[in-house]
């Protein structure tokens, strides 16, 4: 069974650009979540889709933003980039919500 | 709201000492709960889980128990390897007033000298 999978693995902007990034669930699996994940700041959630539905969001400014396909995929995208958005981006992926959570390996984003 | 504290790391011991990373937690409900472990350059993989108090998880020598009456899923390993060397996290998955927002402590940096 294929685990979840992101793309790209890393992703170097400049400030101000635009970046997308991609995610696969595993198979049967309708909930995707999206965390952040800043040197020395822990995980931070972002956002949470469900069945095509956002269905909770972080703490972070309406520039992060994202949708999910009906085949349960799910991008995120993060608008105007600051230098501080430099971080690794991890989408995780579960059954129904009080299952473990099952993670990809990650988007390591750059912000020049 | 739910929050889980982690001891702060980085933990560093000799390879074959005995390892416990406390956690602690606050939450509305009933919580499950949860030990991440993440490698160097890798994503988060699920090590062990306890569903409902007194509940023991255990994975590839790593255990922790559900201690409902102190609130704490603290983790413990009688030997250490040097291939144990990794951040841990402990986190929670509870529904309080509808919002299902899981909530991960801070993560503790382990590193094992041979």
């Known amino acids: 069974e294929a685990g979840v999978t992101q793309s790209p693995t890393h992703l170097i902007k400049t400030r101000g650009q635009q970046a997308t990034l991609r995610c696969s669930p595993i198979s049967g699996h309708t909930s995707v979540y999206w965390y952040q994940q800043a040197l020395g700041l822990g995980l931070q959630f972002l956002l949470w889709?469900?069945?095509?539905?956002?269905?909770n969001r972080g703490n972070f400014p309406p520039r992060f933003s994202g949708r999910q396909f009906p085949n349960y995929s799910s991008e995120l995208n993060v608008n105007a980039l600051e230098l501080e958005d430099s971080a690794l981006y991890l989408c995780?992926?579960?059954?129904?919500?009080?299952?473990?959570?099952?993670f990809g390996p990650g988007t390591r984003l750059l912000v020049l | 709201g739910d929050s889980v504290t982690q001891m702060e790391g980085p933990v560093t011991l000799s390879e074959e000492a005995f390892l416990t990373i406390n956690c602690t937690y606050t939450a509305t409900g009933y919580p499950s709960l949860f030990w991440y472990v993440q490698y160097p350059g890798e994503g988060l993989q699920l090590l062990l889980k306890?569903?409902?108090?007194?509940d023991k998880g255990s994975n590839k020598g790593f255990e922790a128990t559900y201690r409902k009456e102190t609130t704490s899923f603290h983790l413990e390993k009688g030997s250490v390897q040097v291939s144990d060397s990794a951040v841990y996290f402990c986190a929670l998955s509870a529904a309080s007033g509808g919002s299902y927002i899981p909530t991960f402590g801070r993560g503790t940096s382990l590193i094992v000298h041979p």
């Open positions: 889709y469900d069945e095509g539905e956002e269905r």
């Open positions: 306890a569903t409902k108090a007194d």
């Open positions: 995780a992926s579960s059954q129904v919500f009080r299952e473990t959570q099952y």
